[in-house]
């Protein structure tokens, strides 16, 4: 089992270890040919990895759970969750791996987790597998979203295993190589709370506090704290996916980590033309989880997340539902405290302009975008040219006197287009062009796919010769349909 490809790199298997009930020892599926298509070589270098060992056979192994590097111990991972509302007491890692954590040279530990590995006992009956046009489309957009700042699981590496997968027709098969600060869920919590078992409960509560929220240890409530902490992160990230127009897509409380990373990476999609209601997953059929939603999701979640920690708040009871009340009731305060600093950040607004005139000013401009149907992102990076005196790139956006007067009240609080630059993206990955490089990477093809990914993992600087990347999707492009298990 050794082998010369991690034999720099310390593996653990805390998960495993401490909670071994929720972790199920099991082995990948041996590929036929597995063989590296993308690898990132800069997270490989930062996490201890030799990228050109990764590429060789025994990295492509490595990458598809064939090798299992000295230390770590596979397992699939145990968790419930509600999806779309439904309560499912035994959902876990159906096609996933947890290989095992690793120390990064800063000292934190993360998770590399295998996706499309074979089937576990948690499959229900799915193949296990993935396709390689979805993994690539998880990579793309996770490291998109790194590259945005915004806290998310990684990209390390797709491998092709030389297997075919069937969905619609058949496909390459591919395995994502994921790393994330762990893959504790909210329902890897409504697992341990189903069970019943408080130990486990405690334990698995410990374990993520030790791994998330060390300060929560010294309060005088530490589960208490553990609960305000996971509100805290989860009301920031979600106010970071609002202001990019991010739709997640698949809003369960099996894909809301304990972390705040984003993380499952399935019908996601970015929002082109401004409109709160959309959404994009082929199976959300009510708009559970469209653009304008996701907060109040993220809301409920976490109200379920507060309820598995009851037996651990307090003795009481009754004291123990307050408390989880009032943590979770802290969640729309955060939110609106992230979304209007990230929304100051947008405008370029300086610490003179009061908070409510920042307020005003986003209130006043979003029904506009929406009814001129305007590209948020192409939007708002046209403000930054139309505080340095051009007003084309807006104008071009949304016509005539729509915006004049907005322009206008907006200019007189003095605007830093720097600031601007820095926080409104350039490049995202916007659907049709995504779809453009995973049609072409199909066709084999990877160009475009290359294309994309440097220009999405450097959102920030427009690049000569790419105004297209940076352009609205065409008129005739959509609507756009997403879909899960891939
Ligand atoms: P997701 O929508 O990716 O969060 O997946 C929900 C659940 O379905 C998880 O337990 C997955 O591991 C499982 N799952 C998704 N696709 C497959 C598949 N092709 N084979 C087995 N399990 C799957
Ligand atoms: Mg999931």
């Not at 006992?121 to 793309?140: I, K």
């Amino acid at each position: 089992m050794s082998s010369a490809v991690a034999s720099a790199i310390t593996f653990d298997t805390v998960f495993a270890r401490e909670l071994p009930e929720m972790a199920i020892p099991w082995r990948a599926e041996e590929f036929p040919a597995p063989e590296v298509l993308v690898l990132g070589e800069a997270l490989a270098l930062d996490l201890g990895f030799d990228p050109g060992q990764l590429r060789s056979p025994d990295g492509a192994r490595l990458l598809t759970g064939g090798l299992v590097p000295a230390g770590a111990a596979p397992v699939a991972q145990a968790y419930s969750g509600h999806q779309f509302g439904w309560y499912s007491p035994r959902l876990g890692d159906g096609r996933a791996l947890l290989i095992g954590e690793l120390r990064r040279p800063d000292g934190g530990l993360v998770d590399l987790h295998l996706k499309g590995s074979g089937p576990t006992p948690f499959a229900r009956g799915g193949d296990g597998l993935a396709a390689l046009a979805p993994m690539l489309r998880e990579y793309l957009i996770s490291e998109a979203m790194h590259a945005l700042t915004i806290p998310t699981t990684r990209a390390l590496a797709v491998t092709t295993t030389g297997a075919t997968v069937h969905r619609s027709g058949p496909q390459s098969g591919a395995v994502l190589a994921r790393i994330a600060s762990s893959h504790l869920r909210v329902g890897s919590f409504q697992f341990a709370a189903a069970k019943g078992d408080t130990a486990l409960l405690r334990r698995l509560a410990d374990h993520a506090i030790d791994r998330h929220h060390p300060d929560a240890a010294a309060a005088k409530n530490p589960y208490l704290a553990l609960l305000t902490g996971v509100v805290r992160v989860q009301a920031e990230l979600i106010a970071r996916w609002m202001l990019v127009g991010f739709i997640h897509g698949v809003m369960n409380t099996d894909n809301m980590t304990i972390s705040g990373q984003t993380i499952d990476y399935g019908p996601c999609a970015f929002m082109d033309a401004f409109d709160p209601a959309t959404v994009f997953s082929s199976i959300d059929e009510t708009g559970r989880y469209s653009y304008r939603n996701q907060p109040v999701a993220a809301e409920w979640n976490l109200a379920r997340f507060a309820e598995t920690l009851i037996p651990l708040l307090a003795d009481d009871q009754d004291e123990a539902v307050s408390l989880a009340e009032a943590a979770v009731g802290g969640f729309r305060q955060r939110y609106s405290a992230a979304w209007t600093a990230g929304m100051r950040a947008k405008l370029g607004l300086s610490g003179t302009v009061p908070d409510e005139a920042a307020s005003a000013l986003a209130a006043d401009l979003f029904p506009v975008l929406e009814e001129h149907a305007v590209d948020l992102t192409s939007f708002f990076r046209a403000l930054s040219p139309a505080v340095r005196g051009d007003d084309a790139p807006v104008r071009s956006l949304v016509g005539g006197r729509a915006v004049a007067e907005w322009l206008d009240r907006w200019k007189a609080t003095d605007p830093d287009p720097d600031l601007m630059d820095r926080t409104n993206p350039v490049y995202i990955p916007r659907n049709h062009l995504v779809e453009d490089a995973l049609a072409a990477t199909t066709a084999g093809d990877l160009g475009p796919f290359t294309l994309l990914l440097d220009l999405v993992t450097s959102p920030y600087g427009e690049r000569p010769g790419c105004e297209r990347y940076a352009s609205p999707a065409p008129r005739d492009f959509g609507p756009y349909r997403t879909y899960c298990g891939t």
